[in-house]
Each structure stands twice: as C-alpha cells, then as structure tokens.
Nanobody, 119 residues
Framework: QVQVVESGGGSVQAGGSLSLSCAVS????????LAWYRQYPGDERKWVAS??????YYADFVEGRFIISRDLFNNTLSLQMNTLKPDDTAVYYC??????????????WGRGTQVTVSS
C-alpha cells in the first residue's frame, strides 16, 4: 500500500511564503512524487508545477513565485511558494507517478493540504 502525504499548508497574508512538502510511505518503490496541483472549491484540479526528468515546469500563473524541488534519496517533493496572493488560496495536491511493477498503480494522489492567503 502506498500513501502520499502533503504537509506545510496553512494561512498566510498576501506577500508571504509557505513551503509544502510531499512524502511517500508504504511501498515507496511504487510512487515517485513529481508534480503539484491545486484545486479551488467546486473547480477541477489544476496543474501547478512538475518535474519531467531533471527539468522543472510551472504553470503560467506561478509567474516565477514558486520553486519546485525534490530529494531523490528520500523520495520527497517540495514546493516553495513566495509572494503569495489571495488567488493562490486552494487545496494543494501532490501527484506521484506509479512505477511499472506488479502491484503498483499508474499514479497516486495525496489527500491535499489547504493553503489560505488573506489580503
């Protein structure tokens, strides 16, 4: 069994910073966390940032404010969010790619962590 767990969400004023982390537990060989998504209430989940190979990619709305990073040894993923805006208020989810081994799923999602930015 694999669990993907996000942490680091919270409340901050506009202009502030938060750092999100994502860790995998259980059958960790199955899951590699590579991307962050976010979701507004009643809306679809939207991509924020991800790794493809060694390269980092960001959604346009990030505008240079976020930094995605990963710790290959510990199989963790982070998202440093700076200059936060009220529009960044959402639940942030970590997405992990599934490995092609028996018993592994195609991908995995965490349960999300709430980020609230007040004006």
């Amino acid at each position: 069994q694999v669990q993907v767990v996000e942490s680091g969400g919270g409340s901050v004023q506009a202009g502030g910073s938060l750092s999100l982390s994502c860790a995998v537990s259980g059958h960790t060989i199955c899951a590699t966390p590579l991307a962050w998504y976010r979701q507004y209430p009643g809306d679809e989940r939207k991509w924020v940032a991800s790794f493809i190979g060694p390269n980092k990619y960001y959604a346009d709305f990030v505008e240079g404010r976020f930094i995605i990073s990963r710790d290959l040894f510990n199989n963790t993923l982070s998202l440093q969010m700076n200059t936060l805006k009220p529009d960044d208020t959402a639940v942030y989810y970590c997405h992990a790619d599934g490995a092609q081994y028996d018993g592994c799923e195609p991908d995995y999602w965490g349960r999300g962590t709430q980020v609230t930015v007040s004006s």
